[in-house]
């Protein structure tokens, strides 16, 4: 412990919404970190349960937390940015409400991080009341250390309470896009200025419950109200129509985005983004052969997150003939 007697400033940005279930636990474990060198930065987006009383009681024992509540709801991506923004820390560790932190986390990300943006741990699944699932996230995506935006272009499984990213990286990725996730938009910005290293050993306890925003592998979480809808067939079949056409034009957005952020000297990459962009923007047979083609040639870095054989890889790329990603 004496490497780390004069170690830099980490802050820990903990945002949080009627989250008061599993709040203490977790908080339990950012208070026990090894790390000597931690802030704590908690922004509630206005929570109507106990949370923020949770934090206060927490913050009143803990001189090194600082509580914040949003006046309006500022959705999870904007409150993130907001607690970054307010964090004063060399590094920014993001944290979510429900989770529970092996007590050597921070530690060994800042002695593993060197010259990299990012840095990111593998996770291992738990249920409800912590209890062992049996697998890991690695078990079902393929983590490794990323250093080409592509491979962060279509497919991202980079999960926010993993990360631990330099303010140089905040900074650069400032302001967050609502219609990107921050830890994607975070982690496609670390593969232009630097990389991203990733340590492989579960340091989080990754709770799956009922109330997660997204589940394990990305794919977000249907809302029991949304199980519930009320309404006719023909208004059903309007709302799935409208919701896709919603989510192709946020895969359009996203690809374009993409495309700008990366810098002219990227010259491959810029030249397979602008590609892409061209070929999401119709469904006509032109631009449906030609994804079919991008994904073909580009596979590796394109599909590096899934965990597929080749042949389910080549299946994927001729799917794009009537889909997007």
Same mark, same amino acid.
């Given at each position: 412990m004496n490497k780390l007697e004069s170690a830099p400033l980490v802050s820990i940005v903990l945002t949080t919404y009627n989250g008061q279930t599993f709040l203490g636990q977790q908080l339990d474990s950012l208070f026990q970190q090894t790390y000597p060198e931690i802030e704590i930065i908690a922004v509630d987006d206005g929570s109507?349960?106990? /949370?923020?009383?949770?934090?206060?009681?927490y913050a009143a024992r803990h001189p090194n937390m600082k509580v914040f509540v949003n006046e309006t709801n500022l959705g999870f991506i904007k409150n993130f940015e907001k607690g970054c923004r307010l964090s004063s820390g060399n590094w920014i560790a993001l944290c979510d409400q429900d989770d529970?932190?092996?007590p050597e986390k921070i530690e060994k990300m800042v002695g593993q991080i060197g010259?990299?943006?990012m840095i990111y741990h593998d996770s291992r699944l738990c249920g409800e009341d912590l209890q062992d699932l049996g697998r890991n996230i690695s078990d079902i995506v393929n983590f490794?250390?990323?250093?080409?935006?592509?491979?962060?272009?279509?497919?991202? @499984?980079m999960y926010g309470h993993a990360l631990l990213i330099t303010r140089s990286l905040f900074n650069k990725a400032y302001p967050f896009l609502t219609i990107i996730p921050h830890d994607?938009?975070?982690?496609?910005?670390?593969t232009l200025h630097g990389g991203i290293k990733f340590l492989p050993e579960p340091l989080v306890l990754y709770r799956q419950h009922v109330a997660n925003v997204y589940g394990?592998? #990305? #794919?977000?979480r249907k809302r029991e109200e949304g199980? /519930? @809808?009320?309404g006719n067939a023909k208004s059903k079949r309007e709302e799935r129509r409208e919701k896709k056409r919603k989510e192709v034009d946020a895969i359009r957005s996203r690809i374009r985005i993409f495309y700008e952020a990366c810098p002219e000297d990227y010259e491959k990459e810029k030249r397979v983004l602008a590609a892409l962009d061209r070929s999401y923007r119709d469904f006509s047979l032109v631009n449906d052969i030609r994804r079919v083609v991008i994904f073909l040639r580009h596979y590796k870095l394109l599909l590096t997150v899934k965990k597929y054989s080749l042949f389910r890889k080549y299946l994927f790329c001729l799917k794009m003939f009537v889909k997007i990603k």
């Open positions: 109507r349960d106990h /949370t923020v009383s949770i934090l206060q009681e529970y932190w092996s010259d990299h943006p490794s250390s990323f250093d080409n935006c592509l491979q962060l272009s279509v497919f991202c @499984r994607w938009w975070l982690s496609y910005m670390a394990v592998v #990305g #794919g977000k199980e /519930t @809808r009320k």
